[in-house]
């Protein structure tokens, strides 16, 4: 008997000269299937998970979601900054600072609304040009329905 092998131990009673087989799948052909299988189902793992075919998981990576995040920190920007611009704008407003903004061109309004401070958030260096945009628009709107001066 082995020296290393005790009496009545696993290994005496199941190793004695039958070294451990490879199973038959883990072989050949069936270990090339099975690296197929594994390689398809990681590739389609990543297509459902990633949404490539507009049916998925919805993953992101980093980049993607900060741009999101992005995205909707500025569409709420405008929505909570634009009530504040035209106020700005409306309240000390008389009727020769109307007249000077109907004589700006409706597509540089936005400049004017960013000229005079009014889209400029506080804390911020710059105004902000989508709060520009959208003030510039409910601005335009407004001076629409003051209509002609008599």
């Not at 009673?13 to 299988?37: D, F, I």
């Not at 035209?86 to 009727?95: H, I, L, N, R, S």
Request: charged share 20%; hydrophobic share 45%.
């Amino acid at each position: 008997m082995n020296a290393g092998l005790r009496e009545g131990s696993f290994f005496s009673k199941h190793g004695k000269g039958n070294p451990v087989k490879v199973p038959s799948m883990l072989q050949g052909e069936s270990l090339k299937r099975l690296l197929q299988g594994a390689a398809i189902g990681v590739a389609l793992t990543v297509i459902v998970g990633f949404n490539w075919f507009y049916y998925g998981l919805g993953w992101t990576l980093g980049g993607t979601a900060e741009k999101m995040a992005s995205q909707r920190v500025d569409v709420a920007l405008v929505a909570a900054y634009t009530p504040v611009c035209v106020e700005k704008f409306v309240g000390p407003a008389d009727d020769a600072k109307w007249e000077e903004f109907a004589k700006v061109a409706s597509w540089r309004r936005d400049d004017y609304v960013k000229e005079a401070g009014l889209a400029t958030i506080p804390g911020a260096a710059a105004p902000n040009s989508s709060v520009a945009d959208a003030c510039a628009g409910v601005l335009t709107k407004l001076l629409d329905a003051r209509g002609p001066k008599k």
